[in-house]
């Protein structure tokens, strides 16, 4: 199993910056690829970026340019650095990690773009 705890949400104006930190504890070692989604009110959860665990990255078009996944200097940890955001990019943020067929989430953290 793999347990999954994200930080660094908040309040920005547009056009701001967050980083976004999602820390992976128990299997680790299996992780074959770790995504962050995000769920806006009375939205569906989509896709936001994805590394794999040879360090490829995807992104959704609606970030591309401005957000970037990344891993930390140990392998449990992974950030979503946003910049320009927008107030269309509010949503809860969740992270994921891949175990084979498996998938794991953690609680999410809320971003919120407002003036």
């Known amino acids: 199993q793999v347990q999954l705890v994200e930080s660094g949400g908040g309040l920005v104006q547009p056009g701001g910056s967050l980083r976004l930190s999602c820390v992976a504890s128990?299997?680790?070692?299996?992780?074959?690829?770790m995504v962050w989604y995000r769920q806006a009110p009375g939205e569906e959860r989509d896709l936001v970026a994805r590394i794999s665990r040879d360090g490829t990255t995807n992104y959704a078009d609606s970030v591309k340019g401005r957000f970037t996944i990344s891993r930390g200097s140990t392998r449990n940890t992974v950030y979503l650095q946003m910049n320009s955001l927008k107030p269309e990019d509010t949503a809860v943020y969740y992270c994921t990690a891949d175990l084979g067929s498996t998938r794991y989430g953690g609680q999410g953290t809320l971003v919120t773009v407002s003036e």
């Open positions: 128990g299997n680790i070692f299996n992780i074959n690829a």
